[in-house]
């Protein structure tokens, strides 16, 4: 078991090591959209990050793993306002007048005819307007500390104007999405990658990005995927059926989408939940399913049964991931500080619970036995516990995208673990086929 670690950090690198020229630099600005009007994008383009914050669709699984990596720091981070309309734009500018403060809000411009044209950032849903714990920032307070670490690795620029003596108006709260490039046309950062999924060999795997794309590698085939549908979420976990000729993909909302044999056995789409739901867990005859939310509220469909959850306890961390036992009588849940949850036949078998961790866990994977699991952290460091053996970890790998999501074997003697670009790490007897 891997017990190294200092106290925690939020630091996740900066965007330049693996970038030529990064696009993280204070006088970039976010691209246009092509053919489409500031402040009118169609819904379609657009989707949610979190219940507050809603982006266009490039930018939002970068900001969406932001509140994710965030909140598993302990930092109560949201965006209270990303994508504007035109109406909204004329309402801040109005408001900002009104205060005596027009000079710092975004100007309207007008076009033929007298139309009034919108200018912000925010009009293209790739700029975020950030809160801590329901308070806009300031540059004192522990939210923007974490951005100024963690935004530019997965492409969220801060401006020059906005930063302190910028302007005569800086926001510490104001953050633009420049992973395309950026208008200087700079190198892409990218972060969209959510979730990697087993084939029944060590030879292929699916991995899945927020917006739904499914990249197969290896003997994986592809099943269909939800990247050329609007979404109302973003993707937040996906899990392979045990036969592995389909897989299941799962929003923020709890809205399920399947594919192959996966069958649909209900969602929490359209229901109101405390917290958005972050990952999910299949029963070993693929006939039902759990959710989990990040307060570790459990919800089960189909044939899964419930065994418990902690969506009544006072979490010291947020819920990231859940595994199922194999005989589906069980499940556990891993929070943020390496705490495990075990219910049902599931044992606990130990945990970085109140241990120190230079970054936060993300996911956890169980062995076939189900008599132990992997906990795999942001950096890519692995807790092994009970049967599961260490087989590696990212820990020290060039490049600074965070780590995401673990995968075990079907044989349990080995791993693959993924990061936010797409980027592979075969240890053991997985074998790497390519990045997703």
């Not at 399913?289 to 947020?318: C, E, M, Q």
């Not at 705490?339 to 970054?359: C, H, I, N, R």
Request: proline share 6%.
């Amino acid at each position: 078991m891997r017990r190294v670690l200092l106290a925690i950090a939020i630091v996740c690198g900066t965007a330049t090591s693996a970038h030529a020229v990064s696009p993280i630099q204070p006088g970039n600005r976010p691209t246009p959209l092509p053919g489409v009007e500031n402040g009118k994008v169609p819904a379609s383009m657009l989707t949610h990050a979190s219940a507050e914050c809603v982006a266009v669709r490039e930018a939002a699984p970068s900001i969406r793993f932001l509140f994710l990596l965030a909140q598993a720091n302990g930092v109560s981070l949201d965006g209270h306002s990303c994508y504007r309309t035109l109406q909204g734009q004329i309402n801040s500018r109005t408001n900002a007048t009104a205060n005596g403060n027009a000079a710092c809000a975004s100007a309207l411009s007008t076009g033929p005819g007298g139309v009034v044209v919108g200018t912000s950032m925010h009009g293209w849903g790739k700029a975020a307007d950030l809160n801590e714990a329901g308070e806009g920032l300031d540059f004192h307070f522990t939210a923007y500390t974490f951005m100024k670490a963690a935004a530019a690795s997965v492409g969220w620029n801060h401006p020059g104007w906005a930063e302190p003596g910028g302007s005569s108006c800086p926001e510490p709260w104001h953050w633009e999405w420049v992973g395309d490039g950026g208008r200087q046309g700079l190198d892409t950062i990218r972060a969209d990658t959510v979730a990697i999924l087993p084939t029944r060999t060590t030879g292929g795997y699916w991995t899945v990005t927020g917006l739904g794309a499914v990249n197969a590698r290896g003997n994986a085939t592809s099943y269909g995927e939800a990247s050329s549908i609007p979404i109302a979420w973003i993707m937040v976990s996906a899990q392979a059926t045990p036969t592995a000729k389909g897989y299941w993909l799962v929003g923020g909302d709890g809205g399920v989408f399947s594919y192959g044999d996966a069958a649909f056995h209900g969602s929490t789409g359209g229901m109101p939940l405390n917290q958005p739901v972050l990952g999910m867990a299949p029963t070993p005859g693929a006939k039902g399913y759990w959710l989990v939310a990040s307060d570790g509220g459990v919800f089960s469909f189909g044939n899964a049964k419930f065994y418990g959850s902690t969506g009544s306890i006072s979490l010291f961390r947020p819920v990231v991931g859940m595994a199922a036992m194999p005989n589906g009588k069980g499940y556990w849940l891993a929070a943020s500080d390496g705490g495990v949850f075990a219910y049902g036949d599931a044992e606990f078998k130990g945990s970085m619970g109140g241990t120190a961790l230079a970054q936060p866990v993300l996911s956890i994977a169980a062995t076939p036995s189900g008599k132990g699991y992997w906990l795999m952290a942001a950096d890519g460091g692995i807790f092994n516990y009970g049967d599961a053996k260490f087989f590696g970890s990212g820990v020290g790998s060039a490049g600074d995208s965070p780590f995401v999501d673990i995968a075990a074997t079907r044989s349990g003697k080995g791993y693959w673990l993924v990061r936010a670009n797409g980027e592979v790490f075969a240890f053991g007897d997985a074998e790497h086929e390519g990045n997703g």
